[in-house]
């Protein structure tokens, strides 16, 4: 019976996280300014950080696969309400695959230390893996199916993330913040500490 409580509040946890990412990648549907040269921010990064910390890396990582094949097969979670199959070809693809890698790794560097430093580390290292893969994703897809690669350097391809890496390098810092004042406050209480 406590193991059947303990699974169904993983699992509403959990949906709350891919309602929050949902959310989070469509932000600019409540603030249409929000944008950088017509490419909409999202709050992705910061949410997929906080689902590694929150959650561990078992269930942040099937929270952000959860999203990803709500999105591949229709439901209107990525950003720009975009979803089905055809995401797969977008430049920007590589960024939510790297959502589950982030989530995963993030969760176990904090599973057995919760100090704000270790925090820090684990967002920062998460922010990382979100941009080596995104990034890299987005050359390869300019240049081997977009067709619209041609002249754009790899360093160029760095270049033209910063003003989004600016942005998710602070939330990145807020998510390590907010986590660590929830986990302070209300997280080691709750049940989802208390099964770790």
Do not use: C
């Amino acid at each position: 019976m406590q193991h059947s409580r303990s699974t169904a509040y993983e699992i509403t946890i959990g949906a709350l996280f891919v309602a929050l990412m949902a959310i989070g990648s469509n932000i600019t549907a409540f603030a249409p300014f929000l944008s950088i040269m017509n490419v909409p921010l999202t709050l992705q990064t910061f949410v997929a950080i906080l689902a590694g910390i929150i959650l561990g890396s078992r269930l942040g990582f099937f929270s952000m696969f959860v999203y990803t094949v709500l999105g591949l097969i229709g439901a209107p979670v990525f950003a720009g309400f975009k979803g089905g199959m055809g995401s797969l070809f977008m430049p920007t693809f590589g960024f939510i695959l790297s959502f589950m890698v982030l989530a995963f790794v993030v969760g176990k560097v904090v599973e057995n230390r919760r100090s704000f430093s270790v925090y820090m580390i684990a967002a920062i290292v998460g922010l990382v893996i979100n941009y080596v893969v995104g990034v890299n994703w987005m050359y390869m897809a300019l240049h081997l199916w977009v067709g619209e690669g041609s002249g754009i350097g790899y360093a160029i391809a760095w270049t033209s993330m910063t003003p989004f890496l600016v942005k998710d390098l602070a939330l990145t810092i807020l998510a390590a913040l907010f986590a660590y004042r929830l986990e302070k406050g209300v997280l080691h209480r709750t049940p989802l500490r208390r099964a770790a």
